[in-house]
Nanobody, 122 residues
Framework: QVQLVESGGGSVQAGGSLRLSCAASGYPSSTYCMGWFRQAPGKEREAVATISSRSIGTAYADSVKGRFTISRDDAKNTLYLQMNSLKPEDTATYYC???????????????WGQGTQVTVSS
């Protein structure tokens, strides 16, 4: 069956770095757009970054531009999110998702992971 499994979350101090991974299986993930989304306590889930199939294009939320980098290794069916210069406001549960269209609109994403927690302390 289709699975998206995130890993790499944890606790870090402000200014630190984390690298999230998302392993995809059960479907041809290399042909899909993939994205990272996050949800902070008491807030709606929001888009963080997306990457098209074959890594042709990427897009970032304004809040993470210049600090986060999304990438994918289709040979390993794995999506990454390198997060640098982390801020307390980056604290959230991070989800990877996969869909046929690259957009920040979550309704277009068919497959979702269970999430991994990122906590940034000041």
């Amino acid at each position: 069956q289709v699975q998206l499994v995130e890993s790499g979350g944890g606790s870090v101090q402000a200014g630190g770095s984390l690298r999230l991974s998302c392993a995809a299986s059960g479907y041809p993930s290399s042909t899909y757009c993939m994205g990272w989304f996050r949800q902070a306590p008491g807030k709606e889930r929001e888009a963080v970054a997306t990457i098209s199939s074959r890594s042709i294009g990427t897009a970032y939320a304004d809040s993470v531009k210049g600090r986060f980098t999304i990438s994918r290794d289709d040979a390993k069916n794995t999506l990454y999110l390198q997060m640098n210069s982390l801020k307390p406001e980056d604290t959230a549960t991070y989800y990877c998702a996969s869909g046929t269209i690259c957009t920040f609109r979550q309704a277009w994403y068919r497959y979702w992971g269970q999430g991994t927690q990122v906590t940034v302390s000041s």
